[in-house]
């Protein structure tokens, strides 16, 4: 949970919550799937031979799409959208209380591209844990969580001896386009790309990703969601290290919404 990889589409919840934050973008607004050309690089859908294309903005988050993604990077603009980059704490260490906590690998001096292809979490690194805490404050209202394993210290009699409370670090979102993300978040389990995660009675929300490593042929896949999505309590993500069949676990972590 503490080295890097390239998180992918799970990072479209991220340039989601700027986009309705930022008021540039809204869930039934109208969105076109159609390539995008920056800098002589065509910014494709990843159905490549059918794209989607006219859809609502929401359904673009169910079914993926990039370009949808890049449109919104470019309408927030280079210096806000890596405002958000920097707000959900990917330019720092979460702190955790763990030895070993890696920082992931983000543009110095970002260009238009650089923002294009981060925008559906390519060409950078981050951490899982990173990702998770970012995860929870989309859940929880907006307020990004420092996490915390342990809750607290018992002597053998049962006698709390030491409390550990949640630690806020920041607001990064406001309650109105967390719980807007998470109905959207929720919708691409029940309908999108998240559907085999769909659980009948239960409301799950979440993002799946597959992201390039620096291996040819070689994948990640992931899954970063948090339940129940009305009145969440668990974030969970799982990550596949180049995955084939029902094998190759990568890892997984939880965390509770809250910290």
Same mark, same amino acid.
């Given at each position: 949970?503490?080295d890097?990889?390239e998180? %992918?589409s799970?990072?479209?919840?991220?340039?989601t919550?700027? %986009?309705?934050?930022?008021?540039?973008?809204?869930? @039934?607004?109208?969105?076109? @799937?159609?390539?995008?050309m920056?800098? %002589?690089?065509?910014? /494709?859908?990843?159905?490549?031979?059918?794209?989607?294309?006219?859809?609502?903005?929401? *359904? =673009?988050?169910?079914?993926?799409?990039?370009?949808?993604?890049?449109?919104v990077?470019?309408?927030?603009?280079i210096?806000r959208?890596? $405002?958000?980059?920097?707000?959900?704490?990917?330019?720092?260490?979460?702190?955790?209380?763990l030895? =070993?906590?890696?920082?992931?690998?983000?543009?110095?001096?970002?260009?238009?591209?650089d923002?294009?292809?981060a &925008?559906?979490?390519?060409?950078?690194?981050?951490?899982?844990?990173?990702?998770?805490?970012?995860?929870?404050?989309?859940?929880?209202?907006?307020?990004?969580? $420092?996490?915390?394993?342990?809750k607290?210290?018992? @002597?053998?009699?049962?006698?709390?001896?030491?409390?550990?409370?949640?630690?806020v670090? /920041?607001n990064?979102?406001?309650?109105?386009?967390s719980? #807007?993300?998470?109905?959207?978040?929720?919708?691409?389990?029940? *309908?999108?790309? =998240?559907?085999?995660?769909?659980? $009948?009675?239960?409301?799950?929300? %979440?993002?799946?990703?597959t &992201?390039? #490593?620096?291996?040819?042929? /070689?994948?990640?896949?992931?899954?970063s969601?948090?339940?129940?999505?009305?009145n969440?309590?668990?974030?969970?993500l799982?990550?596949?290290?180049?995955?084939?069949? @029902?094998?190759?676990?990568?890892?997984?972590?939880a965390a509770?919404?809250?910290?």
């Amino acid at each position: 949970i503490l080295d890097t990889y390239e998180p %992918g589409s799970t990072f479209k919840a991220i340039t989601t919550a700027a %986009g309705l934050e930022e008021d540039v973008i809204h869930p @039934d607004d109208m969105v076109s @799937d159609a390539p995008v050309m920056i800098a %002589g690089h065509q910014l /494709r859908c990843w159905r490549y031979y059918n794209p989607h294309g006219h859809e609502t903005f929401r *359904e =673009g988050v169910y079914n993926s799409c990039n370009p949808v993604f890049v449109r919104v990077a470019q309408q927030l603009g280079i210096e806000r959208f890596y $405002k958000y980059v920097e707000a959900f704490g990917f330019n720092e260490k979460t702190g955790i209380s763990l030895p =070993g906590e890696q920082l992931g690998l983000f543009h110095e001096n970002p260009q238009e591209i650089d923002m294009a292809v981060a &925008s559906f979490g390519q060409r950078f690194t981050i951490t899982p844990i990173q990702l998770i805490c970012a995860y929870s404050a989309i859940a929880n209202g907006g307020q990004l969580m $420092k996490p915390r394993l342990i809750k607290e210290l018992t @002597d053998s009699e049962g006698n709390i001896v030491q409390k550990f409370e949640p630690e806020v670090v /920041r607001n990064v979102i406001s309650k109105k386009t967390s719980d #807007t993300l998470r109905e959207i978040l929720e919708g691409v389990v029940s *309908e999108g790309t =998240g559907r085999n995660a769909y659980v $009948k009675g239960y409301r799950v929300a %979440g993002k799946t990703g597959t &992201s390039e #490593t620096t291996e040819s042929d /070689r994948y990640i896949a992931s899954f970063s969601a948090f339940a129940p999505a009305d009145n969440p309590v668990i974030c969970v993500l799982v990550v596949l290290d180049d995955p084939k069949g @029902d094998s190759h676990m990568g890892g997984a972590v939880a965390a509770p919404v809250a910290g």
